[in-house]
């Protein structure tokens, strides 16, 4: 199901937008978000919904960028929030094609975060992460099935979603890959909670990420696997929407900024490249989970590799 993407191709499959299109970015007043939103403009006739927690801060930003942005609040963790966003893009849309940018994102055990990480990682992870962009995903299924205007899903993973699914027992693998309903995915999240929950509780013995009832205990990957697997159901089950997952590669945010590898980090407007592109390519454009070949390249993802880089945050 994967689809191998070369980033160096995808200009050649740049064309005429159909029509003007409408791109909500989450988490976008900030961070990654950010070099998102500055692409999207960069790159098409679009009009772009700058979305955050912060109003004032999504305001900010929008005036910054320019008369084709508006700002709206969006706490994707917060039903009722993404509920008034879908009713104002019911009322904006007109014929428009929507696109969302599932960007908004936290992460409490990275591998070079300090250990033991807090017990309640996986829950707030996952209640973002993936619970996050279900929710907002759901509360716009309206607009992006328009028969009119085909929709897109963008949703930002990451390279430690694959690894996180390479370092699961097999039969949970399985079990995740094959899942088709969002009642399924969501009951599989919660055996991995419980298993993260009751592991990080002993962490001075063992610390995690380790594998325990067959879950990799790292709950940023694990997140990313998920999202992973909602893109491809979402695909699976809505066929005129196109829905893509991909990775940004290594951006320097706040989110990394504990980091102390060698590794190189791009800037915001680097990893946003990718993410906007997505969002405006022509809707023939095939759904999966994208993995550029650099994938995961300096995003070591034990502790091991780390050691002595764990910093102050
Ligand atoms: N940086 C990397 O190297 C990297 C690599 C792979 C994937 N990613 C992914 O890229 C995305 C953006 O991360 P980043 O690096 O830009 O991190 P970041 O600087 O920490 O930004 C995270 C963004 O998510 C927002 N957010 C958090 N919880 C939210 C919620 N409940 N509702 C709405 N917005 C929420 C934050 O808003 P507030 O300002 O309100 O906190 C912020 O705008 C994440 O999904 C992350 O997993 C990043």
Request: charged share 20%; glycine share 8%.
């Amino acid at each position: 199901m994967a689809t191998l993407w070369d980033p160096a191709e995808r200009h050649g499959h740049l064309g005429p937008l159909p029509g003007q299109r409408l791109v909500l970015v989450t988490g976008a007043a900030r961070g990654l978000g950010v070099g998102i939103c500055k692409q999207v403009l960069q790159q098409a006739d679009a009009e772009l919904i700058v979305a955050a927690r912060s109003l004032p801060k999504a305001q900010e930003l929008a005036d910054e960028l320019g008369p084709r942005c508006r700002a709206l609040q969006c706490d994707v963790s917060d039903e009722a929030s993404c509920r008034l966003v879908a009713e104002t893009v019911a009322k904006i849309r007109g014929s428009r094609a929507l696109s969302v940018v599932h960007n908004a994102g936290v992460a409490y055990d990275l591998p070079w975060f300090p250990a033991p990480w807090p017990v309640e990682a996986a829950r707030v992870t996952l209640g973002t992460n993936l619970f996050g962009a279900m929710r907002l995903t759901e509360a716009l299924l309206p607009e992006l099935l328009d028969e009119r205007a085909h929709g897109r899903l963008v949703f930002v993973s990451s390279g430690a979603g694959a690894a996180n699914l390479s370092k699961m027992a097999e039969e949970r693998r399985c079990a995740l890959t094959t899942i088709e309903d969002v009642k399924a995915l969501k009951d599989f999240c919660e055996a991995f909670i419980q298993a993260y929950e009751a592991s990080a509780k002993e962490q001075a013995e063992v610390p995690l990420p380790k594998l325990q009832e067959g879950f990799w205990l790292q709950s940023n990957g694990f997140s990313k696997a998920c999202l992973n697997r909602y893109c491809q159901m979402m695909a699976l089950q809505h066929p005129t929407l196109c829905c893509v997952a991909c990775s940004p590669g290594f951006v320097e945010t706040e989110m990394v900024k504990t980091y102390r590898g060698d590794s190189k980090l791009k800037s915001v407007e680097e990893g946003g490249d990718v993410c906007a592109w997505l969002a405006l390519s022509p809707d023939a454009g095939p759904s999966g989970v994208k993995t550029p070949p650099s994938e995961g390249e300096g995003q070591p993802d034990n502790h091991e590799k780390n050691e002595g880089l764990a910093a102050a945050s």
